[in-house]
T-cell receptor, first 112, second 112 residues
Framework: DGGITQSPKYLFRKEGQNVTLSCEQNLNHDAMYWYRQDPGQGLRLIYYSQIVNDFQKGDIAEGYSVSREKKESFPLTVTSAQKNPTAFYLC???????????FGNGTRLTVT | QKEVEQNSGPLSVPEGAIASLNCTYSDRGSQSFFWYRQYSGKSPELIMFIYSNGDKEDGRFTAQLNKASQYVSLLIRDSQPSDSATYLCAVHSGGGADGLTFGKGTHLLIQP
């Protein structure tokens, strides 16, 4: 079955450490996205990519980095520069930008 | 700054009744509109999308779009307890190569 796989489901890190969240899709979608969700907040866009080897900052990119070396993969690194990294991170993909998003199951990151 | 506004709720509706969820958006150039359902602790799942003014029906769900008034709504007929969830409205601005802008969601509670 086609879908988006995020791993791990839960992630715990100490403050000051970088951490990388995995996102893989086998839907053959061109566009991929990372969103962050905090309690009582909507989804906020961190980074998005329209095509391999290209990505753009979203609304809250500071303290995060991404790469898009393969169509199927769009990993997100949460760096120590991110001031409030504890959140629910959602990866999504779409056929192209502007089309419906399909979400992975999310990674819940806790930094202490 | 593009904004998508939703009443946070909770919106309480008796089982079997029609639930009406509303959303307004600030960017008059927006062209694509989406409704997602999100259960607690889970990732959002696509319910409906609409691109043109008017109504679009899919089973018990109807999306309504009025671009002149900059609002989009979702009607759920014959509401079931399993419809209890948070409903997220999302908007894409045409011509912009970026992700969707999400509202904070409306919490819907179907009372048996």
């Amino acid at each position: 079955d086609g879908g988006i796989t995020q791993s791990p489901k839960y992630l715990f890190r100490k403050e000051g450490q970088n951490v990388t969240l995995s996102c893989e899709q086998n839907l053959n979608h061109d566009a991929m996205y990372w969103y962050r969700q905090d309690p009582g907040q909507g989804l906020r866009l961190i980074y998005y990519s329209q095509i391999v080897n290209d990505f753009q900052k979203g609304d809250i990119a500071e303290g995060y980095s991404v790469s898009r070396e393969k169509k199927e993969s769009f990993p997100l690194t949460v760096t120590s520069a991110q001031k409030n990294p504890t959140a629910f991170y959602l990866c999504a993909s779409s056929i192209r930008v502007g089309e419906p998003l399909h979400f992975g199951n999310g990674t819940r990151l806790t930094v202490t | 700054q593009k904004e998508v506004e939703q009443n946070s709720g909770p919106l309480s509706v008796p089982e079997g009744a029609i639930a009406s969820l509303n959303c307004t958006y600030s960017d008059r150039g927006s062209q694509s509109f989406f409704w997602y359902r999100q259960y607690s602790g889970k990732s959002p799942e696509l319910i409906m999308f609409i691109y043109s003014n008017g109504d679009k029906e899919d089973g018990r769900f109807t999306a309504q779009l009025n671009k002149a008034s900059q609002y989009v709504s979702l009607l759920i007929r014959d509401s079931q307890p399993s419809d209890s969830a948070t409903y997220l409205c999302a908007v894409h601005s045409g011509g912009g190569a970026d992700g969707l802008t999400f509202g904070k969601g409306t919490h819907l509670l179907i009372q048996p």
